[in-house]
């Protein structure tokens, strides 16, 4: 029994010593691993302009505008702070106002978000129409889309 | 008629849909015929094998 | 005596004999029951999916590709997270029926990674606007896939089953670093993919009309897994007694 015991708790030490060293790794390229960032981190971090990211956020509400060019103006908030976006190209099916929302470009000098590139991001949550209009009457959810 | 039409339609999704569904099939029933065929010919291999052992020692026995 | 020699005298030559042979009668008696429960519950669950269960407020119908992708997914995670259990058992305790069940998930567990990557591609187009983004939940699925194929491939390349075995049991116990990480990378990381949807702290985010019709897909899509892995352990088995029989020939020879 020893033998089986000395065995088990090598594995274990290894195991966790190979936890932590990938622990370790995933904190060091977190910046490689996060898919995109927030309107709040874009302004922290304060890229470069011209230098190439990802934003995500939802599309704030009344902000879609669409021009006659087919470009449109949206702007992606989290709340707390708002970067205005421009986008020439086809839009995803879900991209809605109140929608999650994922933009790929760069910024200009002036602020602006050129983004070549959108995807739509949607949450967790699946119902049915007739509920999701029920819980928007009741007034007890704040539904996203509609 | 009209109904059918619309639930192969899936609400304009079909070419999303179905393959998803049929290439979850396709993948499921071919690992389940991949696993009886790999049975069946390692249960063949195996009786041939152990006629021929049974030969040997029966032959060593005599 | 000494303790190896008490070992290979008391459990060792138990393991190697009635076990395997016990382990052939009670899979024999499960094997039709899980077969048959995979058919009727996949049935079941396709019939839920696609008349009963209702289109979703903001991705319609194609909501229905989750009754097969999320079960996919989750046997991806299951069927890794049992081939570790089963390599660290192969390695400690050196229990036979431990390395003919790992080495008889890992195809599993494979086909089920790659149809949760081919319906998430197929979900994620018409929904996100893309096939494929290199985010962390979509890349370490992808991981996973590959280890998988490693695993098989390992197996392959080394001759002498005994280290097989014991290259592969280290491979497959390195390589569950990465279960936790598909599960939190939705929540560790921005990603595309969304969090989960069933099992959180909170409870289900999916209304019961879906929730159900994903239950029993998933049910039985773990009833498939266990028909699969009796078939296939039987192969594996069937295997080990061929080689013995044929070392016992060439001896005799």
Redesign the interface.
């Known amino acids: 029994m020893?033998?089986?015991q000395r065995?088990?708790w090598l594995?274990i030490s290894?195991?966790a010593g190979?936890?932590a060293v990938?622990a370790l790794v995933?904190v060091a390229l977190?910046d490689n691993?996060?898919?995109?960032?927030?309107p709040s981190e874009l302004v922290a971090k304060a890229p470069a302009a011209g230098q190439r990211l990802r934003i995500?956020g939802l599309v704030a509400v009344d902000s879609v505008k669409k021009a006659e060019d087919g470009s449109v103006n949206f702007a992606v908030t989290d709340g707390n702070n708002t970067v205005p976006v421009l986008f020439r190209g086809?839009?995803?099916?879900?991209?809605r106002e109140g929608?999650g929302v994922?933009a790929e470009g760069a910024l200009d000098g002036a602020g602006l978000f050129l983004a070549s590139?959108?995807?739509?991001?949607?949450?967790?949550?699946?119902?049915?129409?007739?509920?999701?209009?029920a819980l928007r009457e009741q007034g007890q959810w704040k539904?996203?889309?509609g | 008629m009209q109904t059918f039409r619309d639930f192969f339609d899936m609400g304009g999704y079909a070419a999303f849909v179905w393959p998803s569904f049929a290439a979850c099939a396709v993948l499921m029933i071919a690992l389940v015929v991949s696993s009886v065929l790999r049975q069946r010919r390692m249960r063949a291999r195996l009786d041939e094998v152990e006629k021929l052992v049974r030969h040997a020692e029966g032959d060593e026995a005599a | 005596m000494t303790q190896a020699a008490a070992q290979r005298r008391g459990g060792g030559g138990w393991h190697r004999f009635a076990n395997p042979a016990r382990f052939r009668r009670i899979a024999g008696a499960v094997a039709p029951w899980a077969s048959g429960l995979a058919v009727a519950l996949l049935l079941l669950g396709l019939a839920l999916g696609f008349f009963v269960a209702p289109a979703d407020y903001q991705q319609g119908e194609t909501v229905r590709i989750m009754f097969v992708h999320v079960p996919s997914a989750w046997m991806a995670l299951f069927c890794y997270t049992a081939l570790a259990a089963a390599s660290a058992a192969s390695l400690i305790w050196k229990h036979p029926l431990a390395d003919v069940a790992a080495r008889a998930m890992a195809p599993i567990g494979a086909v089920f990674t790659a149809q949760a990557l081919i319906t998430g591609a197929l979900w994620g187009q018409p929904m996100w606007g893309t096939w494929w983004v290199w985010d962390a939940r979509l890349t370490s699925v992808l991981v996973l896939l590959f280890l998988y194929l490693g695993y098989m491939a390992l197996w392959q390349a080394i001759e002498d089953p005994a280290k097989a075995a014991k290259a592969c049991a280290i491979l497959a116990i390195v390589g569950f670093v990465n279960v936790p990480i598909i599960k939190f990378s939705v929540d560790w990381w921005n990603t595309l993919h969304q969090p989960a949807s069933v099992l959180t702290t909170e409870g289900p985010k999916i209304h019961a009309s879906m929730l159900w019709p994903l239950l029993v897909m998933a049910a039985g899509f773990k009833a498939y897994f266990v028909a699969v892995l009796l078939l296939r352990m039987r192969t594996e088995l069937d295997g080990a007694r061929l080689r013995a029989l044929e070392s016992r020939l060439a001896a005799a020879e």
């Open positions: 020893k033998r089986k065995r088990m594995l290894a195991l190979l936890g990938a995933l977190e691993i996060v898919f995109f960032y927030g995500g086809l839009l995803p099916d879900l991209f929608q994922v590139e959108v995807l739509a991001k949607h949450d967790e949550k699946y119902m049915p129409p007739e509920v999701a209009e539904g996203e889309g």
